[in-house]
């Protein structure tokens, strides 16, 4: 195994982390989908997913750490339905099947964007914080236990706007999540 992968499980494991969330779009693919992606786009788009997502995603189940994916990816960005593109859940699940497809049944998935919905409370609908509480509640985890959640990143506005869950920007927005900016930029405790 790759040392720096095994210096980051441990990183995650010593702050107590239960669930481990990765965002989508230029996070573990280096690609964004701008909630318009042809099918005609996703072989490409499956081919943008990074070489470290599959090694750590595999090693976290086999360590016992829970699996999630948050993304603003939302099908109801698009309504009525258009059926040559591919968003949302859809998408995720293209995403996990093609690169972990042996534990694609243990991420649990939040495709949600606050554009496209209405109804919901402010609060909720800055960065993840609603998929956050989501996912949380799917893995019965209180509210006061959140920094057991640690959130992979690219987007300021997603690592900053927290409710106690841990964060980790990705920096190079080409390269998407890569074990450099995992181990320099993980918070060590939950930020305020």
Same mark, same amino acid.
């Given at each position: ?27 573990? @693919? #280096? ?8 099918? #005609? ?19 976290? !189940? ?8 948050? #993304?603003?990816?939302?099908? &109801? ?28 049944? !243990? ?8 554009? &496209? ?18 996912? &949380? ?30 964060? @980790? ?12 900016? &995992?181990?320099?930029?993980? #918070? ?5």
């Amino acid at each position: 195994m790759d040392p720096l992968l095994e210096e980051l499980l441990q990183r995650i494991q010593h702050l107590g982390v239960k669930v481990v969330v990765f965002d989508m779009d230029r996070t573990i @693919c #280096t690609k964004h989908s701008r909630g318009k992606l042809q099918r #005609t786009e996703l072989p490409n788009f499956l081919q943008s997913i990074v070489q470290v997502f599959r090694p750590m995603v595999l090693e976290l !189940h086999n360590r016992g750490i829970k699996l999630a994916i948050a #993304t603003h990816s939302d099908a &109801a960005e698009h309504n009525p339905p258009k059926p040559e593109m591919i968003i949302g859940d859809e998408l995720v699940a293209a995403v996990l099947q093609h690169s972990v497809p042996e534990v694609q049944e !243990h991420f649990y998935v939040v495709a949600w964007n606050a554009k &496209a919905r209405t109804g919901f409370p402010e609060e909720e609908g800055k960065g993840k914080i609603y998929h956050m509480h989501r996912i &949380a509640e799917h893995y019965s985890i209180d509210k006061a236990d959140l920094g057991s959640l640690l959130l992979f990143d690219d987007l300021d506005s997603n690592v900053k706007e927290t409710d106690g869950f841990l964060t @980790c920007k990705v920096h190079d927005e080409h390269e998407a999540f890569n074990l450099h900016d &995992a181990l320099k930029n993980l #918070t060590p405790v939950p930020p305020h």
